[in-house]
């Protein structure tokens, strides 16, 4: 009989790491990166759980010692704040306001910055550098002359610029339309002027070429505009707060009212604290991807 040896096995060797790029990052930089965005992260939100927990406890709890956890939830903050200040009146003046600066600030500030891109005229160096000084200034040196400039003209004419909506809408212009014009005159020089020329051929006027062609080309520019515009006058308090009166109050005066000569109603404010920010939240989130576009456009030419 004849015995066969049984074949021999090979070796047991362990896979080989697959090596690393020589311009990989350290492991010691990706733990410390990831301690560091997990620290920040937990400072980022540790004040949105602070707002969101107060604002569902009693006013007792939240007048007394500070607890982690809530003892007990309640809503009833959340059904009071319309009733104890006029939160919805707030409301719509923020909205009203908020709206028409940012439609009069995109709107101008669009025709502004298309003449300044795209033709050369007298004084248009002159225009540019006016149009960015006015952001170097602080806001609370237009105060006082915005105030006697409105109350002049009222007693002048009879138009109440002081203490109504239109007068804070021209308000939030002197400093959101300045910003909105230099933007995009840096959104328009990225965009092709073939864009224009192929649409003077085809018949269009200039105005038309701007609607039809260059807008359509610019909309992440815009929204950015826009975005910074309605955010701009819906957190603003300063102006606010001087230039409106009991019944066109907007919201970021209007939180004040929670606080009274007896009592601070911590959980209503930060009830209505969320509240308010939910439409700019909602309307970040939505226009995101248009906003990242728009501020970074123009930065590599």
Do not use: H
């Given at each position: 009989?004849?015995?066969?040896?049984?074949?021999?096995?090979?070796p047991?060797t362990?896979?080989?790491?697959?090596?690393r790029?020589?311009?990989?990052a350290?492991?010691s930089?990706?733990?410390?990166?990831?301690?560091?965005?997990?620290?920040l992260t937990?400072?980022?939100l540790l004040?949105?759980?602070?707002?969101v927990?107060?604002s569902?406890?009693?006013?007792q709890d939240?007048s007394?010692?500070?607890?982690w956890?809530?003892?007990?939830l309640t809503?009833?903050?959340y059904?009071?704040?319309?009733s104890?200040v006029?939160?919805?009146?707030y409301?719509v003046?923020?909205?009203i306001?908020?709206?028409?600066?940012?439609v009069?600030?995109?709107?101008i500030?669009?025709?502004?910055?298309?003449?300044?891109?795209?033709?050369d005229?007298?004084g248009?160096r002159?225009?540019?550098?006016t149009?960015?000084?006015?952001?170097?200034?602080?806001g609370?040196l237009?105060?006082?002359p915005l105030?006697?400039?409105?109350?002049?003209?009222g007693n002048a004419?009879?138009?109440?610029?002081f203490?109504s909506?239109?007068?804070?809408?021209?308000?939030?212009l002197t400093?959101?339309?300045?910003?909105?014009?230099?933007?995009?005159?840096?959104?328009?020089?990225?965009?092709?002027?073939?864009?224009?020329?192929?649409?003077?051929?085809?018949g269009c006027g200039p105005?038309?070429?701007l609607?039809s062609?260059?807008v359509p080309?610019?909309?992440p520019?815009?929204?950015?505009?826009?975005v910074?515009?309605?955010?701009t006058a819906?957190?603003?308090v300063?102006f606010?707060?001087v230039m409106t009166?009991?019944t066109?109050r907007t919201l970021?005066v209007?939180l004040q009212?929670?606080?009274?000569?007896?009592?601070?109603?911590?959980?209503?404010?930060m009830?209505?604290s969320l509240?308010v920010?939910?439409p700019?939240?909602?309307g970040?989130?939505?226009?995101?991807?248009?906003?990242?576009?728009?501020?970074?456009?123009g930065?590599?030419k």
């Amino acid at each position: 009989m004849s015995s066969t040896l049984p074949a021999e096995r090979p070796p047991l060797t362990r896979p080989k790491a697959p090596a690393r790029s020589p311009m990989a990052a350290p492991r010691s930089f990706l733990w410390t990166r990831r301690v560091f965005l997990t620290l920040l992260t937990g400072f980022v939100l540790l004040p949105v759980y602070v707002m969101v927990s107060s604002s569902l406890k009693p006013l007792q709890d939240v007048s007394g010692e500070f607890r982690w956890l809530p003892s007990g939830l309640t809503i009833r903050p959340y059904i009071d704040i319309w009733s104890t200040v006029p939160l919805a009146d707030y409301f719509v003046n923020s909205l009203i306001v908020a709206g028409a600066a940012t439609v009069c600030s995109v709107v101008i500030a669009v025709f502004a910055a298309y003449a300044v891109s795209r033709y050369d005229f007298r004084g248009k160096r002159v225009f540019s550098v006016t149009v960015l000084s006015t952001q170097m200034f602080p806001g609370i040196l237009f105060l006082l002359p915005l105030f006697l400039i409105y109350v002049n003209i009222g007693n002048a004419t009879g138009i109440a610029l002081f203490g109504s909506r239109g007068g804070l809408i021209l308000t939030y212009l002197t400093f959101s339309l300045p910003f909105s014009i230099w933007m995009l005159i840096g959104y328009f020089d990225s965009v092709p002027r073939d864009l224009d020329e192929a649409a003077m051929v085809d018949g269009c006027g200039p105005l038309r070429a701007l609607i039809s062609v260059v807008v359509p080309a610019a909309v992440p520019g815009i929204v950015a505009v826009a975005v910074y515009a309605f955010m701009t006058a819906w957190g603003e308090v300063l102006f606010a707060s001087v230039m409106t009166n009991e019944t066109t109050r907007t919201l970021a005066v209007g939180l004040q009212g929670y606080s009274t000569q007896n009592d601070v109603y911590w959980n209503q404010i930060m009830a209505a604290s969320l509240v308010v920010s939910v439409p700019v939240v909602a309307g970040f989130l939505l226009l995101q991807r248009y906003l990242v576009a728009g501020l970074t456009a123009g930065a590599v030419k």
